[in-house]
């Protein structure tokens, strides 16, 4: 049983009527975040006395293949950095009796044949199945499909049918981010052709956190634990830890990206354990009225709203690039332009509502600003209505363009939560600095246990709220305009030898 | 009535309500965890979602009874304490209101998820949707504390 558990990136056959397996993509793993891989469908018909042997050499041969890839991947941080710690395996033990551990693992492999062979198609003579592989090994595929079946077979190829679904071969990402990559992936596989967010998201993540946990203190000691964390990683064995420990050392490298993206918020909204007046806000700049750092939060939550909104426009008009490239590589080209007058519609409202006010000032927007709001938002509105109607329907197109200017205003201040979630670790902070009497940034020897408890409960309990929110601004507001969540993964079918 | 009566009540409003709305939501996603816990444990890392979310409710409430505590000495008149109430008030509508949300949605959420893992991405979006219903009172309320 031991080797099979040590085996984790070879998931089990998941043979329906589509089997598949795998070959290594390509001799360079780079950091391209496309989740494309062509794939192509092969359709074989072999002599029912050869289905078993074909089958052997497949599973097979993709056993070799991912364990070669696992060995590249694992590697690969090493390359990237000298700071960034690979996992490194234990040896596998030796079993004691290995002829048991032989036998075993003999028995587990032709019973995964034989469940194979139970779905597949067959006549009185011969056997069909149908097949997913990556499109630079066709040929491999149909060779060693040939050879094992002594040429009694028929192999035929094809792309997928308009509208199919291919599995996606997803190219593996560094091993540091492979916490991001579960939270993604948590949520659903890109689709065939989209781009994959994992890299996308390592950045954006981190930040959208930072600016909820603003704080230098409390930053650092993420840093600390996150290195911690990833130095014990590599002493303990992944398989004999709780499911929460193993959370933590899967998560080690994030927690050290979230803690120094919370410290450099932390300096920008000037807190240090909450708002001790130890570190003054320091400015980032200004945007006509958004203010980038250079206030406390606590003391003018107006400005940390308009930060906040405009953090959101920033992250939602990241989203429409990505969804504006995924129309263009799904030669979707009627369609291509409405993500760019999404973002025209969304950066049009946001100067609205800096030049003009919010809902309070509505009245200006049809008086005074009325050409603006003509241009900046009508405008857009009645072009993606026009350019999904021409495309779709125009049914289609009428619900979409309402579905967009709902979608723009709702998302939009969904983002207020960075100024809710900052201000509430802010005041969750301060209650603890004033049981401690902290005052003007001179903290008392006695108040270090009271900020240290303090500390502690925001850490896990603020942390935790505040982890969700991100996960969430990022799976509602932000997938919801280019990633659906709906791709298959290849899971190819192998031996687990 | 007087103001300081009046602001105090919404404190207790504001704080109150929340966490018991919090609670209700936690009360119930929590067991239908532990349920599919048993079956699918694999699916107890998203589905923890809908139990912070709930929790989270119970945060938004702090934060506008502990804005309301550091306002309470300059509410005098009684047009601020009005203000005061009524923004507790806010809060703990619309936490109820997506406490419920939460709870309905995200019952049926992990029920879902347990029997078709696919389904989540398209389900979670009533969970998050409830929520944000709170967040909307909080800006609002929010609003309303910074004129008294």
């Known amino acids: ?252 490298e994030m927690f050290i990206l979230l803690g120094i993206s919370a410290t450099f918020f932390g300096f920008v909204f000037g807190e240090f354990f909450g708002p001790s007046g130890l570190i003054h806000p320091i400015s980032l700049g200004q945007i006509g009225p958004f203010r980038i750092g250079g206030f406390e939060p606590t003391q003018e939550p107006m400005e940390m709203l308009r930060f906040a909104i405009l953090v959101g426009a920033l992250h939602l008009a990241l989203g429409l690039i990505l969804r504006f490239v995924n129309e263009i590589r799904h030669r979707h080209y009627r369609l291509a332009p409405v993500p760019i007058f999404w973002l025209w519609l969304l950066f049009g409202g946001l100067e609205m509502w800096a030049s003009y006010g919010g809902i309070s000032n509505i009245s200006k927007w049809f008086s005074v600003g009325i050409f603006m709001m003509m241009a900046l938002i009508m405008l857009p509105l009645t072009l993606i209505l026009v350019f999904t109607g021409l495309a779709e329907g125009f049914t289609e197109g009428v619900g979409f363009s309402v579905e967009v200017f709902a979608e723009t205003l709702s998302h939009t201040m969904s983002y207020g939560r960075l100024m809710a979630l900052g201000l509430i670790h802010s005041a969750m902070n301060y209650l603890f600095l004033v049981l401690g009497g902290v005052e003007h940034g001179n903290f008392p020897l006695g108040s270090i246990p009271i900020i240290a408890v303090g500390t502690m409960l925001v850490l896990i309990i603020e942390g935790l709220v505040v982890f969700v929110h991100t996960l969430r601004l990022h799976w509602v507001e932000w997938f919801s305009k280019f990633h659906s969540g709906e791709g298959i993964a290849f899971k190819p079918f192998q031996l687990t030898k | 009535m007087d103001p300081g009566l009046t602001s105090l009540i919404g404190v207790a409003l504001a704080i109150g309500v929340p966490v018991i709305s919090a609670a209700i939501a936690i009360i119930i996603c929590g067991t239908a965890m532990a349920g599919i816990g048993t079956e699918k444990p694999e699916l107890l890392s998203r589905l923890i979602i809908t139990v912070v979310l709930g929790e989270a409710l119970a945060i938004y409430g702090l934060l506008i009874a502990f804005m309301l505590l550091s306002k309470l000495s300059n509410i005098t008149t009684a047009e601020a304490a009005d203000k005061a109430l009524i923004s507790g008030a806010i809060i703990a509508v619309t936490t109820a209101s997506a406490g419920a949300g939460i709870s309905y949605c995200g019952t049926s959420l992990i029920g879902a998820t347990a029997e078709k893992p696919e389904t989540f991405s398209s389900n979670v979006i009533g969970v998050v949707l409830s929520e944000a219903l709170a967040i909307y009172g909080l800006l609002i309320a929010f609003m309303l504390i910074g004129q008294i």
């Open chain 1, 1 to 252: 049983m031991k080797s099979i558990k040590n085996l984790p990136l070879i998931t089990r056959a998941n043979a329906a009527m589509v089997t598949s397996f795998i070959f290594p993509i390509g001799n360079r793993l780079t950091l391209s975040s496309y989740a494309l891989v062509t794939m192509r469908k092969i359709n074989v018909i072999v002599f029912e006395d050869r289905i078993h042997a074909v089958l052997t050499s497949l599973g097979e041969a993709a056993i070799a293949q991912i364990i070669d890839l696992r060995e590249r991947t694992e590697r690969w941080p090493e390359v990237l950095a000298p700071y960034v710690f690979s996992m490194t395996r234990e040896k596998e033990e030796k079993s004691e009796e290995p002829e048991v551990v032989a036998s075993h693992e003999l028995s587990e492999g032709e019973k995964q044949i034989m469940q194979a062979e139970e779905k597949l198609a067959r006549t009185a003579r011969t056997v069909y199945f149908e097949a997913w592989v990556p499109d630079e090994h066709v040929k491999q595929a149909v060779d060693l499909i040939n050879k094992s079946a002594l040429g009694q077979c028929v192999v035929t190829d094809q792309l997928p049918a308009e509208g199919e679904k291919a599995p996606i071969l997803l190219k593996p990402v560094p091993s540091f981010l492979a916490a991001f990559e579960r939270l993604v992936y948590a949520f659903g596989y890109p689709s065939s052709g989209d781009i994959n967010p994992v890299i996308i998201l390592a950045f954006t993540f981190p930040i959208l956190f930072g600016i909820m946990f603003a704080d230098v203190g409390q930053g650092l000691l993420f840093v600390a634990i996150g290195i911690l964390l990833t130095l014990a990683k590599r002493k303990v064995r992944m398989d004999k830890v709780g499911d929460i420990i193993k959370y933590l050392f899967i998560g080690s």
